[in-house]
């Protein structure tokens, strides 16, 4: 099964300033990998997602992946935080060639914006 | 716009009562997924299907039940609930393809007492 290791299950950041969150897998080939936000109360709802082609991918409200196959790596990024992203954040990825599709989730890091 | 509807956001039950959680799609997905989500230990899947009368243990099956009579919904059952149990419950499904993720429903949250 696919590990999905997500540093820091907390992060602070001030209003305005850069984003930064780790996500870690641990397959030797390189899966679909996502990002998801949960806002208080409410589902999962997708940012983001690689499939094949250019590792830099764009989402939703001003978020970025890079996919790095060397460092294993899938981080999230955001030049300047809004109060409005404070949330929690879970990176999943799901095996290429599956028919199922089944995510497997890191445990999530909840996002803290201070004004 | 697509949909993940998840039939109670907010449900309080008694110890030892049989509880269903109902979940429906209209994007005609051939995967619906339940997982139950408790602070510190993120999303933990429960039960899949990927066909109308087909399921797959998940992780975590133990106390729950699941039933997939037709395509678009999928139901989770607490045959006796327990105070263990309350926790957020997410529903989910996807299409048969690896890229294509879940599409989410807005969750449950279960207190049993």
């Known amino acids: 099964a696919q590990s999905v290791t997500q540093l820091g299950s907390h992060v602070s950041v001030s209003e305005g300033a850069l984003v930064l969150l780790r996500c870690n897998y641990s397959s030797s080939v390189p899966p679909y990998l996502f990002w998801y936000v949960q806002y208080p109360n409410q589902g999962l709802q997708l940012l983001l997602k690689y499939t094949t082609g250019a590792t830099l991918v764009k989402g939703i409200n001003g978020f970025e992946a890079e996919f790095k196959k060397s460092e294993t790596s899938f981080h999230l990024t955001k030049p300047s935080a809004h109060m409005s992203d404070a949330a929690e954040y879970f990176c999943?990825?799901?095996?290429?060639?599956?028919?199922?599709?089944?995510?497997?989730f890191g445990r999530g890091t909840q996002l803290t914006v201070w004004p | 716009d697509v949909k993940v509807t998840q039939s109670s956001r907010y449900l309080v039950k008694r110890t030892g009562e049989k509880v269903f959680l109902e979940c429906v799609q209209d994007?005609?997905?051939?995967?619906m997924f339940w997982y139950r989500q408790d602070p510190g230990l993120g999303l933990r899947l429960i039960y899949f299907s990927y066909d109308v009368k087909m399921k797959e243990k998940g992780d975590i099956p133990e106390g729950y039940s699941v039933s997939r009579e037709k395509k678009e919904r999928f139901s989770l059952i607490l045959e006796s609930a327990s105070t263990n149990q309350t926790s957020m419950y997410l529903c989910?499904?996807?299409?048969?393809?690896?890229?294509?993720?879940?599409?989410f429903g807005s969750g449950t949250r279960l207190t049993v007492v």
């Open positions: 999943a990825v799901s095996d290429r060639g599956s028919t199922l599709g089944r995510l497997y």
């Open positions: 989910a499904s996807s299409l048969a393809v690896a890229n294509y993720g879940y599409t």
């Open positions: 994007m005609d997905h051939e995967n």
